[in-house]
Antibody, heavy 123, light 110 residues
Framework: QVQLQESGPGLVKPSQTLSLTCTVS??????????WSWIRQPPGKGLEWIGF???????YYSLSLKGRVTISLDTSKNQFSLNLNSVTAADTAVYFC???????????????WGQGTMVTVSS | QSVLTQPPSASGTPGQRVTISCSGS????????VYWYQQVPGTAPKLLIY???QRPSGVPDRFSGSQSGTSASLAISGLRSEDEADYYC???????????FGGGTKLTVL
C-alpha cells in the first residue's frame, strides 16, 4: 500500500524559499505509471494544483506559479520535493503531496494523498 | 476565480438526493475526464469519482458521476450525515496543459 508523507518547515520568512519533501513508502518513485504531484490549500479556500513530475524528470507547473516553483525527484531516497521561492503571505497554505495515476499514458486521478503540512509565511 | 465552476454550497436532509454541478469548457471537461474529491475539513481530500463516473473500491454506490458536453455532475443519493464535507471537481486543461480544480462545494446535511 503506497503511502505519502510530507515534511519541512512550518514557518518561512517572506522572500525566502519554501522547501518541502514528500517521502513515498510502499512503492517506487521510479514508477512509469504515475506522476508525483504537489497541491496546496490556503486557509479556508479551495484546492490549487502546483505541479507534478514524472519518473523521467519531466515536469508540469501551474501557470500562476511558473518561474517560482521547482519539483524534483530523489530516487535514492524515494522522495520528491517542492521548492517555491520568493514567497509571500499569499503562499501560506496546507501543502499536500499526491500520486496521480496514469491511464493510456496520460494523467488520471489523484488517488493517494499525504496528510498535508501547514506552511505559514511570516516574519 | 476557478476554471471549473461549482456552486459554493449545497444542502439536503437525510435520505434525500443532492446533485453538485461542475461547469467547464471545451478544453477541460469537453475533452478530458472529470474527477471528484471529497474533503472533510482538517483532512486530506479523498478520491470519490474518477474518469467521469467510476467509483474507487470502497466508495458507496450512493455516489455517482456524470458528464455531458462541458459540464459534469456529482449525485449523492440517500444522503447521510457523514456526507457533510467539501466536494471538488477536477480536470486537465488542454489549452494550457495544467490540472484545474473547481472552487469547491460545501455540502450541509440538515
Amino acid at each position: 500500500q503506497v503511502q505519502l508523507q510530507e515534511s519541512g518547515p512550518g514557518l518561512v520568512k517572506p522572500s525566502q524559499t519554501l522547501s518541502l519533501t514528500c517521502t513515498v513508502s510502499g512503492g517506487s518513485i521510479s514508477s512509469r505509471v504515475c506522476y508525483w504531484s504537489w497541491i496546496r490549500q490556503p486557509p479556508g479556500k479551495g484546492l490549487e494544483w502546483i505541479g507534478f513530475i514524472y519518473y523521467s524528470g519531466s515536469t508540469y507547473y501551474s501557470l500562476s506559479l511558473k518561474g517560482r516553483v521547482t519539483i524534483s525527484l530523489d530516487t535514492s531516497k524515494n522522495q520528491f520535493s517542492l521548492n517555491l521561492n520568493s514567497v509571500t503571505a499569499a503562499d501560506t497554505a496546507v501543502y499536500f503531496c499526491a500520486r496521480m495515476g496514469m491511464v493510456r499514458g496520460v494523467g488520471d486521478a489523484f488517488d493517494i494523498w499525504g496528510q498535508g503540512t501547514m506552511v505559514t509565511v511570516s516574519s | 476565480q476557478s476554471v471549473l465552476t461549482q456552486p459554493p454550497s449545497a444542502s439536503g436532509t437525510p435520505g434525500q438526493r443532492v446533485t453538485i454541478s461542475c461547469s467547464g469548457s471545451s478544453s477541460t471537461i469537453g475533452s478530458n475526464y472529470v474527477y471528484w474529491y471529497q474533503q472533510v475539513p482538517g483532512t486530506a481530500p479523498k478520491l470519490l469519482i474518477y474518469r467521469n463516473n467510476q467509483r474507487p473500491s470502497g466508495v458507496p454506490d450512493r455516489f455517482s458521476g456524470s458528464q455531458s458536453g462541458t459540464s459534469a455532475s456529482l449525485a449523492i443519493s440517500g444522503l447521510r450525515s457523514e456526507d457533510e464535507a467539501d466536494y471538488y471537481c477536477a480536470a486537465w486543461d488542454d489549452a494550457v496543459s495544467v490540472e484545474v480544480f473547481g472552487g469547491g462545494t460545501k455540502l450541509t446535511v440538515l
